[in-house]
């Protein structure tokens, strides 16, 4: 099941409903699910627990301005997810990332500009990719977020077959 562009550019979307996916237990992918969706301000914690075949996070909150912080357990449960691919790309108001949001996710290849244009983001919390030992990519992750003040030294330890740094800062 997809959920590609389902929400996409919906002005009259301002709240996610905790138990959207509740009973989506074969979802596989959230494309560009809340994408362009101007009135989200929050997203509801473990909205995703339920969907525990996802592979794909693609863009599913791409330039949703008012998000300005992310649950930490928003992606529990989601143990087969391979890319984030621009997840959380140009939300401009994004302050902060859990340390554990990735928690989980042992089996993602692609973090592809999944925080990339989010200029109000100043911090990278210590082990956010801690058990991400799959990684290929980095491209771009936080290309343009201009706020950032600190990098942790450790921030791509777990990550050995990396093969793409472009840009990443």
């Not at 525990?52 to 300005?68: A, D, E, L, M, W």
């Not at 912080?69 to 902060?96: M, Q, R, W």
């Amino acid at each position: 099941i997809s959920f590609n562009s389902t929400f996409y550019n919906c002005t009259g979307v301002d709240e996610i409903p905790e138990d959207l996916f509740a009973g989506c237990t074969k979802a596989a992918r959230f494309d560009q699910t809340f994408a362009f969706c101007k009135g989200i301000t929050e997203i509801p914690s473990r909205l995703f627990s339920n969907c525990r075949q996802v592979t794909v996070f693609n863009k599913t909150f791409y330039s949703c301005p008012g998000i300005s912080e992310i649950p930490e357990d928003l992606f529990s449960g989601c143990a087969y997810v391979t890319s984030f691919n621009g997840t959380f790309s140009s939300c401009s108001h994004l302050k902060a990332i859990p340390a554990a949001l990735f928690t989980g996710c042992s089996k993602v290849t692609d973090f592809a500009e999944v925080f990339a244009y989010c200029p109000e983001l100043e911090e990278i919390p210590t082990g956010l990719f801690k058990g991400c030992r799959q990684v290929e990519s980095f491209s771009r992750a936080f290309a343009n977020d201009t706020g950032i003040k600190t990098v942790p030294a450790d921030i791509f330890d777990s990550c050995r077959k990396v093969t793409d740094f472009s840009g990443t800062f």
